[in-house]
Structure formats: structure tokens, C-alpha cells
């Protein structure tokens, strides 16, 4: 019998006894909020001064709803105009055409560089500049002539106001979408016969869309509140000046504006579950594995529950 196995020495380490890294700060960060959560929980159930029952009064009557649907359409068509004039500024700013690319950085430096508020003022009080709008031959006959006052109503002074000013914000997210994509795609497309505008289409913006949606996303989302702004006109018919409006009358004009905000969140709510699905289809191809929807987080976390 060898000295070893007298021993009682099998040559086999011992397990390794692991002892978890504890994190104290992790829970005390965790209790602190809890406690936080209850404060503001009981707050929003025993303070009576939030008046749920006249938010739950007003929330779906006849204005509100109708300035919701307003705010939509607002948001939805100075979208539309920011996403069209990004694209042509973008293009613009990355011709080789110096005119061209200077009028683009005007452009952006103008509207990016003054708040919307202001600019939603100017459009509203254009009438203080021109009090009609003409078409004709420079410094010559007139053909046609608007009063300003008719042709830029409070919907379209909101428009423009917002449209105009997105679409200086939208240039700068396309032109990076742009940039993002390799430059042997744009050799590759030139070597094979095609122009710069069949490169553009067919080539370029597919495969920046990946780089572009989730900015443009935040956009929408961002544009969506910044409708409340276009009170600075007024636009009587939005969601917030139709939700002051009821509060002034009643004389409460705080829960009027939880009401508001309960809208603005429940909009904001589902623009944000619309962009997580979008962004995940552009993301094909560039990601091995896309990002589990919240339906199949339940199922795994199911499955796991299942098999435990």
C-alpha cells in the first residue's frame, strides 16, 4: 500500500466551495424605491385633491376626444412632411453640389438652432408680415394672390410650425442612416450600372432604415407631445388646449391636466410598442438573434416555471 492511499489522499480536488458576491447597495437602492412607490401610490389613493372622479368625468367626453383625434392627425401629417423633407435635405447635404448642400445646413442651422414654440408664434402671426401671399413673375405682374388669413389657418400655421421644423431634425437622422452604410455598397451599385438615385433607392436607404427607424421612432413619439405647443397659436381643437379649456371652466385646472397627461401617456404607450416591432423587422439580417417580444418573454418564463 503506497504512502497516498495510507494517507487517504485520493489525488481528486476539493469541490470549490463558491460564495456569492453579495450587493448591499443593490438592496437598499431596491427598498428605497419600494418605499418611494408606496409614498406616491398613497398619495394618488387618499389625497383627494388629484379628483379622480372628475378625470374619469371628463376623460372620454365629447372635446377631449375629439382634441385627442386632432393631436393624431397633427402628428401623424407633420410626420409625414418632416420624414419627406429629411430625406430631400439629406440628399441634399451629401450632393456634391455646393449649393445644394449649403441651402440644406441653412436649413437645419435655421430650425434647429430656434425653439418650435417661437417658430409656431411666427406662423401664427405671418399675417403681421405679409398680408397676402401672391404668385406671379418676379418683380412683375401678379397671377395669383391668397389673403394670409385664409390660406394659413390656425391647423396649417400648426402644421408648418411642426412639419417644417421636423424636418431639420429628420435630415440630420437620414443623412447619419446614410453615412452608416459601407461605401463599397455605393462602388458595388455604381460598378453594376446603376445611377446615384437607383442606388439611393434600392440600395442605400434599405440598409440604413436599420440605423434610421429607432431615432425616427423617438421622433413620433417626441412629436406626439410637442403638439401641446401649438396652444401658442391657438389650435382650439388639440387635445391639451381642449383640456384646459374644461379645466378653466370648472374652475380645476390640475386634474385637467392629469387628464391630458393620462392621454399623452396612453398615445405615447402604444407608439412605443408600434416602434419595438419595427425596429425589430429592420433588424433582420444584421442581428443573429432579434429581441424576444414581451409575449415570448411570458412563454419562456412559463416554460421555465413549467419545467422547475
Same mark, same amino acid.
Given at each position: 500500500?503506497?504512502?497516498?492511499?495510507?494517507?487517504?489522499?485520493?489525488?481528486?480536488?476539493?469541490?470549490?466551495?463558491?460564495?456569492?458576491?453579495?450587493?448591499?447597495?443593490?438592496?437598499?437602492?431596491?427598498?428605497?424605491?419600494?418605499?418611494?412607490?408606496?409614498?406616491?401610490?398613497?398619495?394618488?389613493?387618499?389625497?383627494?385633491?388629484?379628483?379622480?372622479?372628475?378625470?374619469?368625468?371628463?376623460?372620454?367626453?365629447?372635446?377631449?376626444?375629439?382634441?385627442?383625434?386632432?393631436? #393624431?392627425?397633427?402628428?401623424?401629417?407633420?410626420?409625414?412632411?418632416? *420624414?419627406? =423633407? $429629411? /430625406?430631400?435635405?439629406?440628399?441634399?447635404? &451629401? +450632393?456634391?453640389?455646393?449649393?445644394?448642400?449649403?441651402?440644406?445646413?441653412?436649413?437645419?442651422?435655421?430650425?434647429?438652432?430656434?425653439?418650435?414654440?417661437?417658430?409656431?408664434? #411666427?406662423?401664427?402671426?405671418?399675417?403681421?408680415?405679409?398680408?397676402? *401671399?401672391? =404668385? $406671379? /413673375?418676379?418683380?412683375?405682374?401678379?397671377? &395669383? +394672390?391668397?389673403?394670409?388669413?385664409?390660406?394659413?389657418?390656425?391647423?396649417?400655421?400648426?402644421?408648418?410650425?411642426?412639419?417644417?421644423?421636423?424636418?431639420?431634425?429628420?435630415?440630420?437622422?437620414?443623412?447619419?442612416?446614410?453615412?452608416?452604410?459601407?461605401?463599397?455598397?455605393?462602388?458595388?451599385?455604381?460598378?453594376?450600372?446603376? +445611377?446615384?438615385?437607383?442606388?439611393?433607392?434600392?440600395?442605400?436607404?434599405?440598409?440604413?432604415?436599420?440605423?434610421?427607424?429607432?431615432?425616427?421612432?423617438?421622433?413620433?413619439?417626441?412629436?406626439?407631445?410637442?403638439?401641446?405647443?401649438?396652444?401658442?397659436?391657438?389650435?382650439?381643437?388639440?387635445?391639451?388646449?381642449?383640456?384646459?379649456?374644461?379645466?378653466?371652466?370648472?374652475?380645476?385646472?390640475?386634474?385637467?391636466?392629469?387628464?391630458?397627461?393620462?392621454?399623452?401617456?396612453?398615445?405615447?404607450?402604444?407608439?412605443?410598442?408600434?416602434?419595438?416591432?419595427?425596429?425589430?423587422?429592420?433588424?433582420?439580417?444584421?442581428?443573429?438573434?432579434?429581441?424576444?417580444?414581451?409575449?415570448?418573454?411570458?412563454?419562456?418564463?412559463?416554460?421555465?416555471?413549467?419545467?422547475?
Amino acid at each position: 500500500m503506497s504512502a497516498h492511499a495510507s494517507s487517504g489522499v485520493t489525488g481528486r480536488p476539493e469541490a470549490i466551495r463558491a460564495v456569492p458576491v453579495r450587493h448591499p447597495a443593490r438592496w437598499v437602492g431596491s427598498v428605497a424605491i419600494a418605499v418611494l412607490v408606496a409614498m406616491f401610490v398613497n398619495s394618488l389613493l387618499t389625497n383627494e385633491n388629484w379628483n379622480w372622479s372628475l378625470i374619469g368625468e371628463y376623460i372620454f367626453s365629447a372635446p377631449v376626444v375629439k382634441g385627442v383625434g386632432v393631436t #393624431l392627425l397633427l402628428t401623424a401629417l407633420s410626420m409625414v412632411i418632416g *420624414l419627406v =423633407l $429629411g /430625406v430631400l435635405l439629406a440628399i441634399m447635404r &451629401l +450632393s456634391p453640389n455646393p449649393v445644394l448642400s449649403g441651402t440644406a445646413w441653412v436649413y437645419i442651422w435655421v430650425f434647429r438652432g430656434t425653439p418650435v414654440y417661437v417658430q409656431l408664434f #411666427l406662423w401664427a402671426n405671418i399675417i403681421a408680415l405679409y398680408s397676402h *401671399l401672391s =404668385l $406671379g /413673375v418676379p418683380f412683375g405682374p401678379e397671377l &395669383l +394672390s391668397f389673403d394670409t388669413r385664409y390660406l394659413i389657418a390656425p391647423f396649417v400655421a400648426a402644421l408648418l410650425g411642426l412639419g417644417l421644423n421636423e424636418g431639420a431634425y429628420m435630415a440630420e437622422i437620414v443623412r447619419s442612416g446614410i453615412v452608416s452604410v459601407e461605401e463599397g455598397q455605393t462602388e458595388a451599385a455604381t460598378a453594376i450600372g446603376m +445611377s446615384r438615385m437607383q442606388t439611393l433607392r434600392r440600395v442605400i436607404l434599405p440598409q440604413a432604415m436599420r440605423v434610421i427607424v429607432p431615432p425616427t421612432g423617438n421622433e413620433t413619439i417626441s412629436m406626439l407631445k410637442t403638439t401641446s405647443l401649438v396652444i401658442a397659436i391657438p389650435l382650439s381643437t388639440e387635445l391639451f388646449f381642449q383640456a384646459s379649456a374644461v379645466g378653466n371652466r370648472i374652475f380645476q385646472p390640475f386634474p385637467m391636466a392629469i387628464m391630458a397627461s393620462v392621454w399623452y401617456l396612453a398615445l405615447t404607450s402604444v407608439l412605443m410598442v408600434g416602434q419595438f416591432y419595427l425596429e425589430r423587422h429592420y433588424a433582420r439580417g444584421a442581428l443573429r438573434d432579434l429581441p424576444l417580444t414581451p409575449v415570448q418573454k411570458l412563454r419562456r418564463r412559463l416554460r421555465r416555471r413549467r419545467s422547475a
